[in-house]
């Protein structure tokens, strides 16, 4: 495991402009193994951690097998029936509607996986009322997995954006543009009432920039989603440069509870609640690097869930600590909920 490095490096933050020495840390790639090393700073002001200096060749740690890349396959044919009585379930659990038929569709089918996938707890905390709702996907990827489910589930406005995408193109009634959050801002006026980031602004450079982008592109009552991984957790403290969610160098920032609701604020964003959501991956990931074993390697957990690197007592051990972690708030990962600031005079880039 390394540690910090306590040197004297003029560093700026880029969240806050805090300048001065902040601490530095030297952390390997380990998603794929090359052990290449970055350096990164956590800023002793708004304690966003942060590389100090973006690679010019960045795109060469995103190959085609990276995860957000590849082509899942979903089993789409089911009976007539069964797809009316699933939709009745859908209904009810979204929408608290069709309680009469709901009480007889489950004792026939339950819910399918892919309206869990759909994150419906995150929907039902943003106000989402009915299937129009417009709903945006930052950094989608270039499948759109997430779309995809919310199509299923009935969702029929879905926009999806990713600068990596092949091209402009659809699936189904889902639109994915080749664009990043400042040029659709500046392409379109359609408004949208949620905009996720689900694991996407940790890769983004330039991190303001993209959340005012966000409040102009947001409808008035519209609520902005963001899943990040957290410094503010108790696993940057236990595993320090070998967590996991650190991902070096794809993970630009790693935010603080304090630097991403800092960084909301300047943009004319206020955060109205926090949810964790982190799973065991957080512990076993961490504990494979610290035995020097990467992500995508036949070892791995995470890669082969045959893997018998950890036994089973141990893996259920690292699911209760993920679940343990969620409810004190401590977990390495959360689910921020902003909307537009309700003030007339709220402050923008200073």
Not at 104 to 129: D, E, K, N
Not at 130 to 140: E, F, K, P, S, W
């Amino acid at each position: 495991m390394q540690t910090a490095e306590h040197i004297s490096v003029e560093n700026r933050c880029r969240i806050c402009n805090e300048s001065g020495d902040h601490e530095v840390f030297r952390i390997r790639e380990m998603m794929f193994g090359t052990q290449d090393t970055f350096e990164y700073f956590q800023c002793r002001h708004c304690e966003c951690l942060q590389i100090s200096e973006i690679p010019a060749n960045l795109s060469s740690y995103y190959p085609e097998n990276y995860y957000s890349h590849k082509k899942i396959a979903t089993k789409n044919k089911k009976w007539i029936l069964t797809s009316a009585l699933e939709k009745s379930l859908i209904n009810t659990a979204l929408f608290n509607t069709n309680y009469k038929l709901s009480s007889i569709a489950r004792h026939f089918v339950s819910l399918p996986s892919y309206f869990f996938r759909a994150r419906p707890t995150l929907l039902q905390r943003a106000g989402i009322r009915d299937y129009r709702a417009r709903i945006l996907d930052i950094g989608c990827g270039t499948q759109a997995l997430w779309l995809q489910d919310l199509q299923r589930v009935g969702f029929v406005n879905l926009t999806g954006i990713d600068p990596f995408a092949k091209g402009d193109f659809s699936i189904g009634r889902i639109n994915i543009l080749r664009l990043d959050a400042s040029e659709l801002a500046h392409k379109t006026d359609q408004k949208f009432d949620v905009i996720a980031l689900n694991h996407s602004l940790e890769h983004i450079p330039d991190q303001f920039g993209t959340l005012a982008s966000i409040n102009r592109l947001l409808s008035p009552d519209g609520t902005c989603i963001i899943r990040i991984p957290t410094i503010s957790s108790m696993s940057w403290k236990i595993y320090g440069v070998d967590w996991v969610e650190l991902d070096a160098p794809r993970h630009l920032y790693i935010h603080s509870k304090r630097s991403i609701r800092e960084l909301a604020r300047r943009a004319g964003l206020e955060l109205f609640d926090t949810q964790y959501d982190t799973t065991a991956f957080e512990f076993y990931g961490s504990e494979q690097y610290r035995l020097n074993i990467p992500l995508t390697s036949p070892e791995s957990l995470w890669a082969n869930p045959e893997s018998t690197v950890f036994t089973r007592e141990q893996q259920l051990e690292f699911a209760e600590r993920a679940e343990k972690a969620n409810i004190d708030g401590t977990a390495g990962r959360a689910c921020f909920f902003f909307r537009r600031t309700r003030r007339s005079d709220h402050p923008t880039g200073t």
